[in-house]
């Protein structure tokens, strides 16, 4: 088992910043990707970008543009998401997933664990 645990959201005007923290704790030698996703009221939960522990090779959604950057501290088995230049339009609950099959996935169904969502509200 793998348990997941985000932090760091919150309410940031427009044009802000806010950097999100992933702390995973159990069986993360299993775990070859984290992932965040992203959902808003009455929308899917939308895929933002990942990270392999490992080799620490990123992958981004087209609408970032250049805005986010995810990160990871293997020795605090930490994975961060520092996002820049918010807009109203980034409103959401934030979720990180740990995938445990080297997929690169960016689908909700190809991760193993989820943490319970950090909500990240930007106001314009």
């Known amino acids: 088992q793998v348990q997941l645990v985000e932090s760091g959201g919150g309410l940031v005007q427009a044009g802000g910043s806010l950097r999100l923290s992933c702390a995973a704790s159990?069986?993360?030698?299993?775990?070859?990707?984290i992932g965040w996703f992203r959902q808003a009221p009455g929308k899917e939960r939308e895929f933002v970008c990942s990270i392999t522990l490992i080799s620490g090779s990123a992958a981004y959604a087209e609408f970032m543009k250049g805005r986010f950057t995810i990160s990871r501290d293997n020795a605090k088995n930490l994975v961060h998401l520092q996002m820049n230049s918010l807009e109203p339009e980034d409103t959401a609950v934030y979720y990180c997933?740990?995938?445990?099959?080297?997929?690169?996935?960016?689908?909700?169904?190809?991760?193993?664990?989820w943490g319970q969502g950090t909500q990240v509200t930007v106001s314009s």
């Open positions: 997933a740990a995938e445990i099959s080297p997929n690169r996935g960016v689908n909700p169904w190809e991760y193993n664990y």
């Open positions: 159990g069986r993360t030698d299993s775990v070859y990707t």
